[in-house]
C-alpha cells in the first residue's frame, strides 16, 4: 500500500483545512486508517482514526469536535477535516494504514506510512 498526503498549507487561527491520503492498492477498504502529526521537537502524535467501514472512529482529546475523520473506500481515500484550527494544531500531518480491523492508537500498530503535509496555523 502507498499512501499520498494532500492539502496541507498555511492558515490562520480559527481556519479550516481539509487533508486527503490517497491509497494504493485494493485491499484499502479493508484497513484502519489513521491520522498523526509531528511538531518539531516533538514525538509523533496519534489524531485520529477510522474503522474499514468508517463507523467507528477515534480522535486525542484536543481535537475533538474540531476535527473529522471520514473515508471514501470507492476513491481509495481518506481525509481529515479540520475546523477551528489553533497555532497548537501546526505540525507535518502523516497518514497511516493499519492491517488490522481494531482502531489503534499507537503508531507503532501502523503498517505503512505515506509522506506527511505540513500544516501551518498562524496566531
Known amino acids: 500500500v502507498q499512501l499520498q498526503a494532500s492539502g496541507g498549507g498555511l492558515v490562520q487561527a480559527g481556519g479550516s483545512l481539509r487533508l486527503s491520503c490517497a491509497a494504493s492498492?485494493?485491499?484499502?477498504?479493508?484497513?484502519?486508517m489513521g491520522w498523526f502529526r509531528q511538531a518539531p521537537g516533538k514525538e509523533r502524535e496519534f489524531v485520529a482514526a477510522i474503522n474499514w467501514s468508517g463507523d467507528s472512529t477515534r480522535y486525542v482529546d484536543s481535537v475533538k469536535g474540531r476535527f473529522t475523520i471520514s473515508r471514501d473506500n470507492a476513491r481509495n481515500t481518506v481525509y481529515l477535516q479540520m475546523n477551528s484550527l489553533k497555532p497548537e494544531d501546526t505540525a507535518i500531518y502523516y497518514c497511516a494504514a493499519d492491517r488490522t480491523t481494531v482502531i489503534g492508537l499507537s503508531r507503532y500498530v501502523y503498517d505503512y506510512w505515506g509522506q506527511g503535509t505540513q500544516v501551518t496555523v498562524s496566531s
Open positions: 492498492g485494493r485491499t484499502f477498504s479493508s484497513y484502519v
